[in-house]
């Protein structure tokens, strides 16, 4: 009884894997976590193409709400934002150059130690370019920290949804 449970059980798995499987191949945003011979041959959405377009609407989307604080309020504000915006794309962009910088024969605890460091410095970079733009340009707050969250959360958002050419 158990193992015709079992059994089953294992059949019904085997069969959502399969429309995982399936879905991830045909759709692009579902994400296989299994990682077997099934999922080896797929190829990865990311690209270093998408790299540079992520990075090019993260400025662009930036210079568009410094435009539009430039407008509604005052040049103070318009930079504030346009640093703001800026210091998330330049991290961004950082982090995703090193990660295609990677050799394609690398061993996966180098690749994984690759990604965690880059993370690690993206992070720092971020906190001092911060810094230095609070400190020593004195930019306005509210404007700064809306054009980062603007560049480096809203617009990364919005990138995932573009289908992939």
Known sequence: ???EANK???EHCEKCFDHLYSASSKNGPF???FMTERSANIEPKSKPGLVVKLAFLQTFGTAIFSLALYYCFDT???ISG???GLIAAAASLFFAGRLFTTKQDAQAQEILFRFYFSEAFKVLFTLAMMAICIIVVKVSMLPFIIGYL???VVIN???LLVPET
Do not use: D, Q, T
């Open 31 to 33: 994400v296989n976590l």
């Open 150 to 152: 603007l560049a480096a």
């Open 157 to 159: 958002w919005l990138f």
């Open 82 to 84: 346009l640093f703001g």
């Open 76 to 78: 103070r504000e318009a």
């Open 1 to 3: 009884m158990a193992k």
């Open 8 to 10: 089953k059980m294992l």
